[in-house]
């Protein structure tokens, strides 16, 4: 077991004090540069924005990136974001009393522990309510008050402004998805700048890809064309793939690919395998979990056609 001393000088030693000290390696091309100038012109008009789009097309990403600037403009001003399901209650974003010191002072002051976006808006910090549209509509009619007041009505304490710098940002997966609540309407008329972020164009993912990879891994630019062609190849078949590859597949494939090279430059490799035979294996082990099939269709005869097909193996 870890000793409460070791715990908290680890803790301190990996505690991100501001998110304008975080490196984010972030590609700006294409329809990201666009998207952050939309966050920034909903930000100068005093509009709350929504980054609407399917897993893993860098929403969080974005919104890290926005967040630091503005950190970085305002002067340590903070990111505090949450991830929404059918679970989360209010108070995992308002905050909620100790029962311990409840019991002994009552609902004061000192027993409340503030939750992430209290503290976004007493610090007038970035929130970002990530997956909003999977709350229940009981905690998105929680959101309606600081959407559209920038206020938060905290039980037994009383109501707060929040500081002018306050930003609300949401993001969720489209709605067509399975898994997701509908967003309110109440909620959506709150919400007035629409950003919606698809699988990117190729240059633009080809350089996320590269942006990913160590930097003492590489790979040429006939790999790179390959892996493309393959994630790109499960997002042309809407007929069987439900969810498609994000671009997270892309980049796991081709971190495997350049560890293999990087193993075979060394002389360590165990196997004889081409690239084109190693593509088709790893591909299998990435998509198997990196797709969503519609009903009825197996996903081992989807990547079986995909690797046939862009592969030839
Ligand atoms: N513009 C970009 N520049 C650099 N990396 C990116 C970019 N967009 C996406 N990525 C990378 O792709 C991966 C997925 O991005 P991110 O987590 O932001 O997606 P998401 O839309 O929030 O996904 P989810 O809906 O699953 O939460 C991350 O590894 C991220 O680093
Ligand atoms: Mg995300």
Redesign the pocket.
């Known amino acids: 077991m870890i000793d409460k001393q070791k715990f908290e000088e680890l803790f301190n030693k990996r505690l991100i004090k501001n998110i304008s000290e975080e490196q984010i390696?972030?590609?700006?091309s294409g329809q990201?540069g666009k998207a952050l100038e939309l966050l920034r012109d909903a930000e100068a008009t005093g509009l709350f924005p929504a980054l609407v789009?399917p897993?893993?097309?860098?929403?969080?990403?974005?919104c890290r990136y926005f967040a630091r600037l503005r950190a970085k403009e305002n002067k340590n001003k903070n990111f505090n974001w949450l991830t929404m399901d059918e679970s989360i209650k209010p108070s995992h974003f308002i905050g909620s009393f100790d029962p311990a010191i409840t019991l002994k002072k009552g609902f004061v002051l000192e027993a409340f522990n503030p939750g992430p976006l209290l503290r976004a808006m007493l610090e007038g910090g970035t929130f970002l309510a990530?997956e909003i549209n999977r709350a229940t509509e009981y905690s998105q009619n929680t959101l309606l008050e600081p959407l559209e007041e920038a206020s938060i009505s905290i039980p037994h304490l009383g109501r707060i402004k929040a500081d002018k710098d306050f930003f609300f940002i949401s993001?969720m997966?489209p709605e067509e998805l399975s898994g997701t609540h509908r967003l309110s309407e109440a909620l959506k008329d709150r919400i007035k700048v629409w950003i919606k972020?698809s699988y990117p164009d190729k240059a633009t993912e080809l350089d996320?890809i590269r942006?990913?990879l160590p930097e003492h891994f590489v790979i040429e630019e006939s790999e790179l064309e390959l892996i493309y062609s393959i994630i790109n190849e499960t997002r042309k078949n809407k007929i069987d793939i439900e969810i498609p590859a994000?671009?997270?597949a892309g980049?796991a494939i081709a971190k495997l690919l350049a560890r293999r090279k990087t193993l075979e430059k060394r002389g360590e490799l165990k196997d004889k395998m081409s690239i084109h035979e190693y593509l088709s294996q790893v591909t299998q082990n990435v998509l198997l979990g990196s797709i969503k099939p519609k009903p009825g269709t197996k996903v081992e005869n989807i990547i079986d056609s995909i690797v046939h097909k862009t592969l030839g193996v």
């Not at 390696?25 to 700006?28: A, G, S, Y």
Request: no cysteine; aromatic share 4%; hydrophobic share 50%.
């Open positions: 390696d972030i590609v700006l990201y789009g897993p893993g097309v860098g929403k969080t990403i974005l990530n993001a997966n972020l996320i942006i990913n994000s671009i997270r980049i």
